[in-house]
């Protein structure tokens, strides 16, 4: 930290925000390894007025993050490769012009077009109505302007670079999260990292969910793709999926009038607590792939959304610490968790970004190792039966 170059570009305490602003390696004198650049652009125009970017590139590698939509990743790119989708929503909408509860609660939909989102991290299940508290889809992180962006860069080599956001979450007499969000760059490197600490400021003990909602289309998703990964169990999240459910781990091409199937999923770890999983194409040249710690987010969601390429043909590879039940579900089944006064939760994943069969192979690797010795169980019926569709 001592050793870090460090630029506030927002601090609400402070009553500070730079619209546009730029840094390159070069002006920083930095002329070992990758050079690098990182951009802040202010959108202007129709519902993504006033929504920020900020753009890190460095060698084969470009990650763009939405510091007003709780920090979430809108793409990344390798090698002039996006890794992302083609979603209907093609702004990228301020929050101020969502209203999550309209569409009985699906109003997030209105601005779905992340490569990750984060949903949480009060709930971040389907919308439902229990007693006097109204839960929306997926929660209201996504949907919360960072309160502080820093980027931070490392004067020694490898000159890493952070990009970091306080995202909060607070309600009187309700909830009172904080969260530090790092996403980290290795200049030169082919991926990228998250760290995010969950902190409860409140006097009182609160219940959280976190799914890290990460969705890939075009060119890694396409008709014979699949996905791999230490995989112990498999269920149909509502009978919607059942259909499928012989050929869970591949991929059609697109579909009119598939709608969505979604699978709750178990994930093997390796020694060190961690595990990945990777969607790749037909021919095993592209792909992506996300690990994670399986102690921080034991529940794993395989959602697909094979529809037409218009309509928005996606996966999404979800680790999370519960599915995407309403909150009262989770409770039930016992997998909601608990934060103290003052007590933090960590969460820690890494993206790779896959351009030729090496490192596919490569990837594909790793994950047999995990696999040693694991076998999958592929449940026939829904964990919870009579739940509304994914």
């Known amino acids: 930290m001592q050793d870090d170059i460090i630029f506030t570009l927002t601090d609400t305490a402070g009553g500070l925000e730079l619209a546009d602003w730029a840094i390159t390696s070069g002006e920083l004198?930095?002329?070992?390894?990758?050079?690098?650049?990182?951009v802040k652009k202010t959108l202007h125009g129709g519902r993504q007025e006033g929504s920020t970017l900020v753009t890190i590139r460095s060698g084969r590698l470009a990650v763009t993050v939405i510091p007003t939509r709780g920090m979430g990743i809108l793409r990344a790119g390798l090698d002039g490769i996006n890794f992302g989708w083609a979603s209907p929503v093609?702004?990228?909408?301020?929050?101020?012009?969502?209203?999550?509860?309209?569409?009985?609660?699906?109003?997030?939909?209105?601005?779905?077009?992340?490569?990750?989102?984060?949903?949480?991290?009060?709930?971040?299940?389907?919308?439902?109505?229990?007693?006097?508290?109204?839960?929306?889809?997926?929660?209201?992180?996504?949907?919360?302007?960072?309160s502080k962006v820093?980027?931070?860069?490392?004067?020694?080599?490898?000159?890493?670079?952070?990009?970091c956001g306080l995202i909060k979450e607070k309600a009187f007499k309700n909830v009172e999260f904080e969260t530090w969000t790092e996403l980290t760059v290795v200049p030169g490197d082919t991926g990228f990292s998250l760290d995010d600490r969950l902190v409860n400021r409140a006097d009182y003990a609160h219940s959280y969910e976190v799914i890290y909602h990460t969705n890939i289309g075009r060119p890694v998703l396409e008709e014979g793709a699949r996905v791999i990964g230490p995989f112990t169990h498999?269920?149909?999240?509502?009978?919607?999926?059942?259909?499928?459910?012989?050929?869970?781990?591949?991929?059609?091409?697109?579909?009119?009038?598939?709608?969505?199937?979604?699978?709750?999923?178990?994930?093997?770890?390796?020694?060190?607590?961690?595990?990945?999983?990777?969607?790749?194409?037909?021919?095993?040249t592209l792909g992506f792939s996300v690990a994670y710690h399986v102690g921080e987010m034991p529940a794993f969601s395989l959602w697909k959304n094979t529809d037409t390429d218009k309509q928005g043909y996606v996966t999404g590879l979800e680790p999370g610490s519960n599915y995407p039940y309403p909150l009262p579900v989770e409770r039930a089944a016992g997998r909601l968790k608990t934060l103290e006064p003052g007590a933090e939760a960590r969460f820690r994943l890494r993206f790779a970004l896959l351009t030729d069969k090496d490192a596919v192979a490569a990837c594909a690797a790793r994950i047999d190792k995990l696999k040693a010795g694991v076998d999958v169980t592929v449940h026939k019926e829904p964990i919870l039966r009579g739940q509304t569709k994914a």
């Open 90 to 146: 093609d702004e990228v909408v301020h929050p101020s012009f969502i209203r999550l509860g309209e569409r009985n609660g699906l109003g997030w939909l209105e601005g779905f077009n992340e490569l990750m989102v984060r949903c949480g991290y009060e709930w971040t299940g389907h919308p439902i109505v229990d007693g006097d508290k109204v839960y929306t889809l997926h929660g209201r992180a996504g949907n919360t302007p960072a």
């Open 234 to 284: 498999i269920t149909p999240f509502n009978d919607a999926a059942k259909p499928d459910l012989a050929t869970w781990d591949r991929y059609r091409g697109p579909t009119r009038d598939f709608d969505e199937m979604l699978y709750a999923c178990e994930l093997a770890a390796g020694t060190d607590g961690r595990t990945e999983v990777a969607l790749v194409n037909s021919t095993s």
């Open 150 to 163: 820093e980027v931070r860069i490392s004067r020694e080599a490898p000159h890493l670079i952070t990009l």
């Open 29 to 38: 004198g930095i002329n070992s390894g990758a050079p690098f650049e990182i």
